[in-house]
């Protein structure tokens, strides 16, 4: 028996469902695979990558395998198209991306300035006090529903409440904190 003939007999148990027989010719495939698409000149960073996806399209197109034909030349002509793929990404890649090591470096952080944080701790701070003046309902079904983002059929089930109920009463609370943070007290 050849080696062809033996990866022929591989893909053929495989085929009816032979998942060791499966997992020795990927394995058996892999190292060939690289050596194919290292020839048609892919990037070595790049290798790793089409042999996977050398692996994929045997396993999407193992049906079509003819285990009556030569296994070799079709897991080359497979090896050699995902290389061809390989090298139009690479080079499509390259043309477009540029690196900029110094940008990459010098480029502000996204960390937020002292007076933002402590702005934003104000925010916080107002906005917990004026949920806490609200009427207990609707003080609840703030915390419920907006701060805790639980579902209306969630809400209702802890608090005892339809969901309707919560609905007008986060309705409510909502302009009520509107007019508060505004400081349109009287409208």
Aim: net charge neutral; with cysteine.
């Amino acid at each position: 028996m050849t080696e062809s003939q033996g990866f022929s007999a591989l893909m053929a148990a495989s085929q009816t469902g032979d998942a060791r027989a499966y997992q020795a010719l990927l394995r058996a495939c892999a190292p060939i695979a690289a050596a194919i698409i290292r020839r048609q000149g892919v990037p070595a960073d790049r290798i790793d990558d089409a042999v996977q996806e050398t692996l994929l399209t045997i396993h999407r197109a193992r049906a079509t395998y003819d285990p009556s034909r030569p296994f070799l030349p079709w897991l080359r002509a497979i090896a050699q198209r995902r290389a061809v793929d390989a090298l139009r990404t690479h080079g499509r890649t390259t043309a477009r991306e540029i690196a900029d090591d110094d940008a990459y470096l010098n480029h502000p952080g996204l960390e937020l300035p002292a007076d933002a944080t402590l702005d934003r701790a104000d925010q916080t701070r107002v906005l917990a006090e004026a949920i806490a003046a609200l009427p207990p309902g609707q003080r609840q079904a703030v915390e419920l529903l907006a701060l805790r983002e639980r579902s209306l059929d969630e809400a209702a089930v802890d608090t005892g409440r339809s969901k309707g109920a919560l609905k007008v009463n986060l309705h409510r609370a909502i302009n009520a904190l509107r007019q508060r943070l505004s400081g349109d007290q009287d409208a």
